[in-house]
Every structure is written in structure tokens, then in C-alpha cells.
């Protein structure tokens, strides 16, 4: 039973398409996320949604676009793709604030990989 | 700005050796410490710290945290091959959502 899952795990697309990645939680949680991963494995928080209200948008281009229909799902919508946006993203779900009696805290999905050529 | 470090940056031993991973960070508003391990895919929860001085054990894992130094230890005793990962810290931010500041990673190889 996947508790984080994230469709594609593998996404290679040309410059300037348009592209989503998907993502959905069967773990309860109130709040979602979107973290990239750079080459270095620098993961950094790109957005965060609490029942489907957007809480975190940190300085990220507007050409990424995230959307919540609901509180399990947040997907990822990513126009104009350039060469630097080829990264690791990763959803996650928690409760928020994290708290330690669910003794995961914060659940990540297996990542998509996106390349850019 | 809230930052978050960590050392080494990557470390080799040999298998049974005892490793310290440290990580050390600067925030305006603490609210807990996590470490993740990252293998080859997403991270896996190992501990979530948010008192000092409490030593929280997990088989052959142990970390702690003091909150007045600002940093969080992570041992790894008699290594195996299978410890071979990044290790990641994290600081959760109090009213910030869950938001999570990581360090860079220690990248662990245990050779046999």
C-alpha cells in the first residue's frame, strides 16, 4: 500500500513543453508538498498546500504551478520547461505542524525524475 | 536566513566501524529536528528530535540533539553495507506549514 504516490517516476521532454506530474496521499495527512532535488541532492520546499489552501509558495518561478482538488492529492503543473528545471521532485505529506506520535512525521513519494533536453 | 549544515559531506569506512554524522543549524524559530536516510529513491524517516539532551535509539542508529550548541549528532555503530546512503537533516520551522529547511547530506559508503 503506497503511502505517497507520485506519477511519472520518469519524465524526459523537450524545452518549452508543458508538462504535470501528479501526486496523491492515503496517510490522512492535512498538508502536502512539493520539494526539488538539484544535482548536488539539495533538497529545497517549492510549495506546501493544508487542505487544499495554498500555505508555502517560496521564490519559484511562475511557470510552476501547483493544484489541490483535494486534501490527498497536489499535483505539479510546469510550463515553458527549461534545461535548469531538469531535477529530482519530490511530494511529501504530513500533519502540520509535524508531530512526533504518527512516527513518520513527513512522508516523501519516490520522486519524479525530470530531464529537460 | 534560516540555514541548516552539515559534515562531512561524504565519508568512507569500512564495515563495523562506528561513524558521528553532525549537523548544525541557525533558524529564527526551532521547532523540531529531523534525519532522513536517501538511498536511491525518496527518503525514509529515521528520527524526529525535539527535546535536548534525549538520546532517541533505533538498532545500531542513535541521535541527539542540543538546542543551546544548535546541533544534532547522528551515530551509526558497526556499519554495514547496507548503511551506505545520504544521510539528510532537517529543521522543521515553528508556524511555517511543516515546512522542513534541509542540509546538504552526508553521502555514507560502507566498503566491506
Known amino acids: 500500500d503506497t503511502a505517497v504516490s507520485q506519477t511519472p517516476k520518469y519524465l524526459v521532454t523537450q524545452m518549452g513543453n508543458d508538462k504535470s506530474i501528479k501526486c496523491e496521499q492515503n496517510l490522512g495527512h492535512d498538508t502536502m508538498y512539493w520539494y526539488k532535488q538539484d544535482s548536488k541532492k539539495f533538497l529545497k520546499i517549492m510549495f506546501s498546500?493544508?487542505?487544499?489552501?495554498?500555505?508555502i509558495n517560496e521564490t519559484v518561478p511562475n511557470r510552476f504551478s501547483p493544484k489541490s482538488p483535494d486534501k490527498a492529492h497536489l499535483n505539479l503543473h510546469i510550463n515553458s520547461l527549461e534545461l535548469g528545471d531538469s531535477a529530482v521532485y519530490f511530494c511529501?505529506?504530513?500533519?502540520?505542524?509535524?508531530?512526533?506520535?504518527?512516527?513518520?512525521?513527513?512522508?516523501f513519494g519516490s520522486g519524479t525524475r525530470l530531464t529537460v533536453v | 536566513e534560516d540555514k541548516v549544515v552539515q559534515s562531512p559531506l561524504s565519508l568512507v569506512v569500512h564495515e563495523g566501524d562506528t561513524v558521528t554524522l553532525n549537523c548544525s543549524y541557525e533558524v529564527t524559530n526551532f521547532r523540531s529536528l529531523l534525519w532522513y536516510k536517501q538511498e536511491k529513491k525518496a527518503p525514509t524517516f529515521l528520527f524526529m528530535l525535539t527535546s535536548s539532551g534525549i538520546e532517541k535509539k533505533s538498532g545500531r542508529l542513535s541521535s541527539i540533539l542540543d538546542k543551546k550548541e544548535l546541533f544534532s549528532i547522528l551515530n551509526i555503530t558497526a556499519t554495514q553495507t547496507g548503511d551506505s546512503a545520504v544521510y539528510l537533516c532537517a529543521v522543521e520551522i515553528y508556524n511555517q506549514g511543516g515546512k522542513l529547511i534541509f542540509g546538504q547530506g552526508t553521502e555514507l559508503s560502507v566498503k566491506p
Open positions: 511529501a505529506s504530513s500533519l502540520a505542524p509535524v508531530r512526533v506520535g504518527q512516527g513518520y512525521g513527513y512522508t
Open positions: 498546500y493544508n487542505n487544499k489552501e495554498l500555505i
